[in-house]
């Protein structure tokens, strides 16, 4: 069975740092795309930012560039978020998402983990 799992979700306070970690099992996901999506309630699942099979591209959403930065080591099966200077609006269950071709549309997205909360206080 093909799976994605994410953890490192928590309650954290303005300003501070957290890193989500993203651990693939049942195939390899050498040669995909790798991203993390968000969604808080009532609102659709916003893109966040995607890494190239190889790390060597990375895109990601104005709310989080410079705050955000994706990595991935394809030897562990991993994908990895560190959030920076974290804010209350980036509240929301954060999901991680694989895909051959990448790109910022969560329909694209083959394959997906069941989310971990990130929650941010003020």
């Known amino acids: 069975q093909v799976q994605l799992t994410e953890s490192g979700g928590g309650l954290v306070q303005a300003g501070e740092s957290l890193t989500l970690s993203c651990t693939a099992s049942?195939?390899?996901?050498?040669?995909?795309?790798m991203a993390w999506f968000r969604q808080v309630p009532g609102k659709e699942r916003e893109f966040v930012g995607t890494?190239?099979?190889?790390?060597?591209?990375?895109y990601y959403a104005d709310s989080v560039k410079g705050r955000f930065t994706l990595s991935r080591d394809n030897a562990e099966n991993t994908v990895n978020l560190q959030m920076n200077s974290l804010k209350p609006e980036d509240t929301a269950v954060y999901y991680c998402?694989?895909?051959?071709?990448?790109?910022?549309?969560?329909?694209?997205?083959?394959?997906w983990g069941q989310g971990t909360q990130v929650t941010v206080s003020s």
């Open positions: 998402a694989a895909d051959q071709y990448g790109g910022s549309r969560a329909t694209e997205y083959e394959y």
């Open positions: 049942g195939r390899s996901f050498v040669g995909y795309a």
């Open positions: 890494i190239s099979w190889n790390g060597g591209s990375t």
